[in-house]
């Protein structure tokens, strides 16, 4: 038997929050195959949140349920998005769905606002849709229930915004912004590889980066070990975007960077 695939991301921690989760997708579903894709999500961050779910692309299709939901309990919607790769994603209708599956998955194919009680755990907490509106949705998706049975179509245009947008390209500059800074202090930005591409940059090509008031010259490498030691480099990261690290330093500590600073990034 094909077991059907289905992930978690979260910001609640390994908790029994998430073990309740994952009890109530097996209790549906008993052959899904469960994985954990990320559970640190800092609190309440849905960039971060967004960040982490373009992850996705690199998995089976399947049933992918993302909860950082600060506006949990309240007039936001909860949703499933069927993407044209064929995946579901599910979770609050606050944008952390819209990057992955618009930039990564094929774009949107159909969305609706999951309001049949019939797919929900009972009673429905006000503050836990993951385990009682969220989980359930993606599992019973899982075992072959149609979009449609899960409440009305919401307008693609009519969805929350994503928290980041799409880089700006012109010839010889691209304009983005840092959406993920990681432990080691190498930032990423909202900026594709492609854009480089169409903006004429290539890999060799000597550049100048502004971020947090700084510019720093640098080429547009592969890998961190194609500088020396405490230089900086740009390069593809292992998700197609842009990355920006210091060689076996931290970056942003360095410069002073934060998430959601521009970057402007120029062919010398």
């Known amino acids: 038997m094909h077991r059907k695939f289905v992930s978690f991301t979260t910001d609640i921690g390994w908790s029994e929050e998430l073990a309740m989760m994952k009890a109530v997708a097996l209790q549906i579903n008993p052959d899904a195959l469960i994985i954990d894709l990320r559970h640190d999500v800092p609190s309440f961050d849905v960039t971060e949140g967004a960040w982490t779910l373009e992850s996705i692309a690199q998995l089976p299709v399947g049933y992918h349920v993302c909860v950082v939901d600060p506006g949990v309990g309240t007039s936001r919607k909860a949703i499933i998005i069927k993407t044209r790769r064929g995946d579901y994603l599910v979770g609050p209708d606050n944008g952390v769905l819209i990057p992955a599956a618009e930039r990564f998955l094929g774009g949107i194919e159909k969305a609706v606002e999951i309001t049949n009680e019939k797919y929900m755990r009972k009673p429905v907490s006000h503050v836990f849709h993951g385990r009682d509106i969220f989980t359930p949705a993606a599992a019973w998706l899982s075992k072959g229930v149609r979009i449609e049975e899960f409440g009305p179509v919401i307008r693609k245009k009519d969805l929350a915004k994503a928290p980041y947008g799409e880089a700006k390209v012109s ?24 854009n480089f591409l169409k903006s004429g940059i290539t890999h060799m090509d000597n550049i100048s980066i502004e971020t947090a008031g700084k510019r720093i010259n640098t080429k547009f490498l592969k890998t961190f070990g194609d500088v020396p030691k405490g230089n900086v480099v740009a390069f593809p990261d292992d998700f197609g975007r842009i990355e920006i690290a210091l060689n076996q330093g931290n970056f ?10 521009e970057v402007k990034t120029r062919k010398l």
């Open 252 to 261: 942003s500590k360095k410069f002073g960077t934060k998430v959601r600073d």
């Open 171 to 194: 010839k010889g500059l691209v304009s983005g912004e840092i959406i993920h800074i990681n432990r080691f202090g190498n930032v990423f930005v909202n900026v594709r590889y492609d």
